[in-house]
C-alpha cells in the first residue's frame, strides 16, 4: 500500500483497511508502505501471497506486478500486461471499440498544444492518460472562451476526451461475475475530493435505471475485464446520457484495483450482493498467484 503515486493516501487507506479486514478473518497480515526497497522487504517477509493495494502509477501500471512475477510470489489483481494496458486510458479506448464497446472520441496530444488553442470542440475533458482517480482532470465547457491552463503538474502528453453528460454509473466485475450497478450522485463533477472525502458524492445502489442499461452495464463491465485480460477484481466506469437510451452508454475506463476504502464503491457493490468486506478482502488472497 502507500507508494510514491499521487494516490498515495487513498491508497493508504485501502491498505489499512483490507489489512483490518483480514485480520478479522484470522490472516497474518504485514502492512508495507512501498519504497525503493520494496524487493528486499518482501525477500525479508516471504509472504505467502501479496495483496496489491497500491492504486495509480507503479502499483496499478504492471510495475509493481512484474517485480511480484520475476519473485514468484503470489499477488492480486490483473497481471502485467492487463494493468499497463488499462492504465493507458487511450490503448484501454482501443481495446474496447476492437470488441465493439461504446467510447467516446478521444486524442493524445502535447500539453503545451493544449494550453495554446482547443485541440477539440468544446465541451472536452483533459486528463492525465496514466492516472486514476480523476487526478488532474480539467473539464472545458463549451462557454469557456479559451483553451485550458494546465498546471505544471500534467504531464508532457495528455489525454483529450470529448466530454460525455449524463450520469456516472459503475460496474465491479468479482472473477467472471459481473455484481452489480451503482448511480454516483454528485453536485458537481465527480472528482477526486468528491471520490474520497466524507460526504463528496453519494451512491444509489443497486442504481434506479432501466432494466436494459442496468443489464447493458454488467454486460459491457464483463466483457471489457476479458478484452484487458484482467483477473481478481476490477471496476468500470460509465457515462449515460438517459435521453438517448441505450445508446447513451459509454464506457470511460476500467479500474484493475478498484478502491478499497470506507466510501470506496467496490466494497459497497459487493455488501448489496451479500459479499461482506472481510469476504471480498479473503477473495482477493485465496484468489491470488503468479502468472496473471
Same mark, same amino acid.
Given at each position: 500500500?502507500?507508494?510514491?503515486s499521487?494516490?498515495?493516501?487513498?491508497?493508504?487507506?485501502?491498505?489499512?483497511?483490507?489489512?483490518?479486514?483480514?485480520?478479522?478473518?484470522?490472516?497474518?497480515?504485514?502492512?508495507?508502505?512501498?519504497?525503493?526497497? +520494496?524487493?528486499?522487504? +518482501?525477500?525479508?517477509?516471504?509472504?505467502?501471497?501479496?495483496?496489491?493495494?497500491l492504486?495509480?502509477?507503479?502499483?496499478?501500471?504492471?510495475c $509493481?506486478?512484474?517485480l511480484?512475477?520475476?519473485?514468484?510470489?503470489?499477488?492480486?489483481?490483473?497481471?502485467?500486461?492487463?494493468?499497463?494496458?488499462?492504465?493507458?486510458?487511450?490503448?484501454?479506448?482501443?481495446?474496447?471499440?476492437?470488441?465493439?464497446?461504446?467510447?467516446?472520441?478521444?486524442?493524445?496530444?502535447?500539453?503545451?498544444?493544449?494550453?495554446?488553442?482547443?485541440?477539440?470542440?468544446?465541451?472536452?475533458?483533459?486528463?492525465?492518460?496514466?492516472?486514476?482517480?480523476?487526478?488532474? $482532470?480539467? +473539464?472545458?465547457?463549451?462557454?469557456?472562451?479559451?483553451?485550458?491552463q494546465?498546471?505544471?503538474?500534467?504531464?508532457?502528453?495528455?489525454?483529450?476526451e470529448?466530454?460525455?453528460?449524463?450520469?456516472?454509473?459503475?460496474?465491479?466485475?468479482?472473477?467472471q461475475?459481473?455484481?452489480?450497478?451503482?448511480?454516483?450522485?454528485?453536485?458537481?463533477?465527480?472528482?477526486?475530493?468528491?471520490?474520497?472525502?466524507?460526504?463528496?458524492?453519494?451512491?444509489?445502489?443497486?442504481?434506479?435505471?432501466?432494466?436494459?442499461?442496468?443489464?447493458?452495464c454488467?454486460?459491457?463491465?464483463?466483457?471489457?475485464?476479458?478484452?484487458?485480460?484482467?483477473?481478481?477484481?476490477?471496476?468500470?466506469?460509465?457515462?449515460?446520457?438517459?435521453?438517448?437510451?441505450?445508446?447513451?452508454?459509454?464506457l470511460?475506463?476500467t479500474?484493475?484495483?478498484?478502491g478499497?476504502?470506507?466510501?470506496?464503491?467496490?466494497?459497497?457493490?459487493?455488501?448489496?450482493?451479500?459479499?461482506?468486506?472481510?469476504?471480498?478482502?479473503?477473495?482477493?488472497?485465496?484468489?491470488?498467484?503468479?502468472s496473471r
Amino acid at each position: 500500500m502507500g507508494g510514491p503515486s499521487a494516490e498515495r493516501e487513498v491508497s493508504l487507506s485501502s491498505g489499512q483497511a483490507c489489512a483490518a479486514a483480514l485480520r478479522e478473518r484470522n490472516y497474518k497480515v504485514i502492512e508495507v508502505d512501498a519504497g525503493p526497497d +520494496l524487493a528486499a522487504v +518482501l525477500t525479508q517477509i516471504k509472504p505467502d501471497a501479496v495483496l496489491n493495494c497500491l492504486h495509480g502509477r507503479w502499483g496499478e501500471d504492471g510495475c $509493481v506486478q512484474g517485480l511480484l512475477e520475476w519473485m514468484q510470489i503470489p499477488y492480486s489483481h490483473s497481471g502485467v500486461l492487463s494493468s499497463a494496458l488499462a492504465m493507458d486510458k487511450q490503448r484501454t479506448k482501443e481495446i474496447y471499440r476492437s470488441v465493439g464497446l461504446p467510447v467516446v472520441q478521444s486524442t493524445i496530444a502535447a500539453a503545451d498544444d493544449v494550453r495554446r488553442d482547443h485541440v477539440m470542440t468544446p465541451p472536452y475533458v483533459v486528463k492525465p492518460n496514466n492516472e486514476g482517480s480523476s487526478v488532474g $482532470v480539467y +473539464l472545458v465547457g463549451a462557454e469557456n472562451n479559451g483553451p485550458p491552463q494546465l498546471g505544471p503538474e500534467m504531464p508532457e502528453f495528455v489525454m483529450v476526451e470529448a466530454f460525455a453528460p449524463g450520469r456516472e454509473l459503475t460496474t465491479t466485475v468479482m472473477g467472471q461475475r459481473a455484481l452489480t450497478v451503482t448511480d454516483i450522485l454528485t453536485t458537481g463533477w465527480y472528482d477526486y475530493d468528491a471520490k474520497y472525502k466524507e460526504g463528496g458524492s453519494s451512491h444509489v445502489v443497486p442504481a434506479d435505471v432501466p432494466a436494459e442499461i442496468f443489464e447493458l452495464c454488467l454486460e459491457y463491465a464483463l466483457r471489457a475485464h476479458n478484452a484487458l485480460g484482467c483477473r481478481g477484481v476490477s471496476r468500470t466506469d460509465y457515462r449515460w446520457d438517459e435521453s438517448k437510451g441505450a445508446d447513451g452508454l459509454v464506457l470511460l475506463e476500467t479500474n484493475t484495483q478498484p478502491g478499497m476504502t470506507a466510501t470506496s464503491l467496490t466494497p459497497e457493490q459487493a455488501a448489496a450482493c451479500g459479499i461482506s468486506f472481510p469476504e471480498l478482502c479473503a477473495w482477493m488472497v485465496e484468489d491470488a498467484t503468479c502468472s496473471r
